[in-house]
Structures are given as structure tokens and as C-alpha cells.
């Protein structure tokens, strides 16, 4: 069975930022396409950015119009391992984040899912 494990949430005032990690299981192809959603009280679940690799080794990474410019994703396919970098973050930013693996950005769809991890932004 795949596993994400998603860490580096916590709580932080608004301006301030914070990264965070998804390590994924050997189970999840290195070539597999991963993203970051978020989900906020009593709202439905978005896409926040993610990362389809390459032939060259490289990776390609996409991004919501929400968090563009202050959210970088980044991932080290050596360790299969998935980042999400937030800066200049606001209270609507405030989520349970998750990290997903082996599916498409362009439908939002994908099969494996980690358990989440939390993010406070407090103005």
C-alpha cells in the first residue's frame, strides 16, 4: 500500500511562512505526477499546486491562480519526496493540507492520498 506522510504544518501570523514536506513510499513511482491540496473548514477541497516530471529528470510544476507567486512547489525525485514552500501567507490560507500522488492536475484526480497536515495563519 502507497503512504504520504505530510509534516511541516503549524501555525504562523499572517506574512509568515512555513514548508511542507510529503515523503512518499517506494510504492509511488518517482515518475508518477504529485500535488498539494487544501481543504478549509466548510469548504470544498482545492488544488494548490503541482509537479509532473519530465523525461530530462526535471519537473514541471503547476500552480492555483490563489497562491501563485507565493507558494513554490519543489521535488526532489531522488528522494521522492514532494515540498511545498509558503511565503507571504494569509488567514485564508488556513487549511488541513494534503499531499496526492499517481493521478492527473488537470483533472484533480488522484489515488493515493495522505492523511494531512494542518495550517493556521492568523492575522
Known amino acids: 500500500q502507497a503512504r504520504l506522510v505530510e509534516s511541516g504544518g503549524g501555525s504562523v501570523q499572517a506574512g509568515g511562512s512555513l514548508r511542507l514536506s510529503c515523503e512518499a513510499s517506494a510504492d509511488v513511482s518517482r515518475l508518477d505526477n504529485m500535488a498539494w491540496f487544501r481543504q478549509a473548514a466548510g469548504k470544498e477541497r482545492e488544488a494548490v499546486a503541482g509537479a509532473h516530471p519530465e523525461t530530462s529528470g526535471t519537473n514541471y510544476y503547476y500552480y492555483a491562480d490563489s497562491v501563485k507567486g507565493r507558494f513554490t512547489a519543489s521535488k526532489d525525485n531522488a528522494k521522492n519526496t514532494l515540498y511545498l514552500q509558503m511565503d507571504s501567507l494569509k488567514p485564508d490560507d488556513t487549511a488541513m493540507y494534503y499531499c496526492?500522488?499517481?493521478?492527473?492536475?488537470?483533472?484533480?484526480?488522484?489515488?493515493?492520498w495522505g492523511q494531512g497536515t494542518p495550517v493556521t495563519v492568523s492575522s
Open positions: 496526492a500522488a499517481h493521478g492527473s492536475w488537470f483533472t484533480k484526480s488522484f489515488v493515493f
